[in-house]
């Protein structure tokens, strides 16, 4: 089965660097699912608090069954972040194992 890579960069308003840092550390425990083999977020080394999270899923079903969502605390963070996230600097990248 092919992998898929599933991605989102984006940058965050620098005041609230801790605030992201504290609702990451949350949510790399509790996003799992059903063929997610790994969650991990990464900041750019030359673009400070521009920062990278990376969803590897091992197949092309799990990542379309994926649901973000199905869990309330992981909702509310989402929300939380989408309010520490700059405007117009996310991008999403869904890469598919050959």
Known sequence: MAKV???IQYEIIP?????YL???RELKNLVKADGLESYSVFENKSKKNNFEELHIFSSKEAYEA???HGDERVELLMDK???IIK???????????I
Do not use: A
């Open 5 to 7: 890579i599933f991605s």
């Open 15 to 19: 005041e609230k660097r801790e605030v």
């Open 22 to 24: 504290d609702v990451i």
């Open 66 to 68: 994926y649901d973000d």
């Open 81 to 83: 972040l989408s309010t």
């Open 87 to 97: 405007n117009n600097s996310t991008q999403y990248n869904t890469l598919l194992e």
